[in-house]
Structures are given as C-alpha cells and as structure tokens.
C-alpha cells in the first residue's frame, strides 16, 4: 500500500469555510481538543464566543432570510452527549452511525439534513472526540447492516461519519476527522471508517497512516446541477482529491447523490461518470466501490428547504413521484417506478462501461 502523499495530481487547493463566529460552551473548553479548535478559529481571526455555562444562546433574527445566514456562519463547539455518543445503525451505509459534528456550512437545496436536524441551521463540532472514540470499540463485530451482508461484510464492522455533516468541510478548523482517521489507523481491528464530502481540501489526510482503515468517498453531480450545490467545492476538485486519496492509498468511492431526474439527466451523469473515469483512471492497486441515491424528500424537508431556498429550481412537485412508506410510517416521495427503472438501467449500464473496476453498493 502506498502512503505517501501523491501531490501531483492536486491541481488548486479550494477555499475553506470560514464561519463569522463561533461560539463556545464552557464544557467544549474543558477539552484539550475544544480548546485547539478555538485556538485554531482565533488564529484564522474568527470571533471565539465563550459562554459560562453550556446553553447556547444564538440570538438570531426575527427575519427567517436573515436567520438563516447568521444560523449558517456559526460554528457552535458543544460536547456530544452520552445520548449522542449511543451509536445507531445506518442503512444502507454502514454498521453504525458516528457523530463529529452535526450541520454543514454549504447551501445544497436538497440537503437531507433538513428532513433531520430540527432548529435553526447551526453547525455544532464535538469537542469530546476522545470520548466519542473511545466508545467505539463496544460496537465492532456487533453490526447488523453491512456486516450481514452477503457482498460487505469483509468491510468488517463499518462506522459512518457523513450522516449528520460534511466531516471535511470542517476539518480546516477542527482536525476531527483528521484525528478520527489516524485513530482508525491505529486500531488493530476488522474495523473501517467511512465518510463522503462534496468538499475537495483533502491535503492534510493524504500523509495519515491510515492502515487501508478509512474509505473516503466522493459525493458527486453532474456540472450542470452545481447550482444546487451552493458553497460546496466544484465537482472537478473533488474528482482531483479523491484520485489523491486513492494514490495515498485509500479505498475510495463515488457517492452519487441526489440522482435528479431533470431534463438532460442522460447526458449530464454521463459526462460525470466519463470525467470520474478519467480522474481515477492508472491509479495502482484502486478499490473503488460506488453508491447510487435517487432524490427524495419528505413533506417536512420540502416545507425547510422551501424556506431556505425559495429560488431554487430543483423540482419537488408530485411530478414523476410516488409515495413510499418508511417502517416507521412516515412517508417520503421518491421517482415513480418506470423513472427508477430508466435511471437504474442507465447508470448500472454505464458504470459497467466506465468503471469496469467499480463495486456498486447499494441502489436506492
Ligand atoms: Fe447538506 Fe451535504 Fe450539501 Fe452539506 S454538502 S449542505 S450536508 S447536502
């Protein structure tokens, strides 16, 4: 396995996010690593808010336009909650669900987030990694997703840590996922950490003695659907970063995600898986797998991000649409059957021509 760094495919290094303020509770900075994030945050020049106690106080405005920018340019630094630290299963990524933070700093108008995080959109960073790490060992060999899969479970017990944020788009200013990786690295067990990004600055994972124990994967769109990516790095870069993680030698992925059915969908996926080829295309020893997630949501997502982004031209009418019911009995509208059946057929065509090398993991 390679592990060095393989710099001569980076072509730019993308702009990092750069909250206006962030505000931390007492507890956060009773951690060492709390303490470096702020420390990193006040060298950058951010406003550090330390608060006496532990109750954030955001004091947004009224105006839910306005509320919604300052809720977007605030970095909260919390302590994750025994309840929160409790892991979950997530189906159909991976064993178990792992928190380092909660909320992203982009401004996707699909974003699932809104269908699961309640309350203004805040992103709030763990401070009490190591606890959160040091729980994770109760967990191995007890997974009941990928772990009883017929086609995953030689991933060993597998940890997601992209459910509930965008783990690099922050790590500029925590070093968790960084940290999180190298712990991994270290952990001598049938074990894999797993994230996806819409972001690209992938340079300070490169050079992590990684030990094959993390898949980093790419969560991609054609081009021509940036403009329902807002303050995510271009498509091109993410290519690039992962191609450099991959020489570094990490397993890799394309999450593909949301597939939108929109006028030109053929062609659009079919520039990007052509341009995912040509990025990955040489790389020794490549163990790429790829996920395949149709657009949906819910009446509760439609009704957040139609007040996020009331411009926004994704379409979220009945059109194309059927209702599907969850085991827990909510409901969400995904493509009608014939819709599904084109899209699957294309892609799963396609990738076979592509990406002969490719492992799709699930469809959904
Ligand atoms: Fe949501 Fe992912 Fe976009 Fe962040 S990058 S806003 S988590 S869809």
């Known amino acids: 396995m390679q592990l060095a760094p393989a710099l001569s495919r980076s ?26 994030i702020a420390e990193r945050a006040a060298k950058l020049g951010i406003e550090v808010m330390e608060l006496a106690g532990d109750r954030l106080k955001l004091d947004l405005p009224d105006d839910p336009r306005r509320a919604y920018v300052e809720a977007k340019a605030t970095l909260a630094l919390t302590v994750a909650s025994p309840s929160k630290r409790r892991l979950q299963p997530i189906a159909p990524s991976a064993d178990w669900r792992v928190d380092l933070a909660e909320g992203c700093p982009a401004h996707c108008s699909y974003c699932y987030l809104a269908g699961s995080l309640k309350g203004p959109p805040i992103t709030r960073v763990y401070a009490n990694l190591d606890e959160i790490l040091d729980g994770l060992p109760a967990y191995l060999g007890q997974g009941t997703i990928t772990s009883r899969s017929r086609t995953r479970a030689g991933e060993g017990t597998t940890f997601e840590a992209s459910c509930y944020t965008d783990p690099l788009a922050l790590e500029p200013l925590t070093g968790s996922l960084s940290a999180t990786i190298a712990w991994f690295g270290r952990w001598q067990a049938d074990a894999q950490l797993r994230f996806t990004t819409k972001f690209a600055d992938v340079a300070p994972l490169l050079a992590l003695d990684h030990g094959g124990r993390t898949r980093m994967r790419a969560s991609v769109n054609p081009r021509a659907f940036a403009r329902f990516e807002g303050g995510t790095s271009p498509v091109a870069q993410r290519l690039t970063a992962l191609a450099d993680m991959a020489v570094a030698g990490y397993p890799v992925g394309l999450t593909i995600a949301p597939i939108i059915a929109a006028p030109g969908w053929q062609q659009a996926y079919g520039e990007l898986i052509a341009d995912a080829a040509a990025a990955l295309d040489g ?72 990406l002969p090398q490719a492992r799709i993991l699930y469809w959904t």
């Not at 072509?11 to 303490?35: D, E, M, Q, S, Y």
């Not at 059927?322 to 059946?341: I, N, W």
């Open 11 to 36: 072509v730019t290094t993308p702009a990092a996010w750069r909250p206006r303020r962030v505000i931390a509770t007492r507890a956060a900075l009773g951690f060492a690593h709390g303490r470096s």
């Open 283 to 354: 790389i020794a020893g490549l163990d790429l797998t790829i996920e395949l997630i149709t657009h949906r949501f819910t009446p509760g997502s439609k009704a957040v991000l139609t007040e996020w982004y009331p411009g926004s031209a994704l379409d979220m009418t009945e059109a194309n649409r059927t209702t599907k019911r969850t085991k827990f009995g909510s409901e969400k509208q995904v493509y009608d059957a014939a819709t599904m059946r084109d899209l699957r057929r294309f892609f799963e065509g396609r990738i076979a021509t592509d």
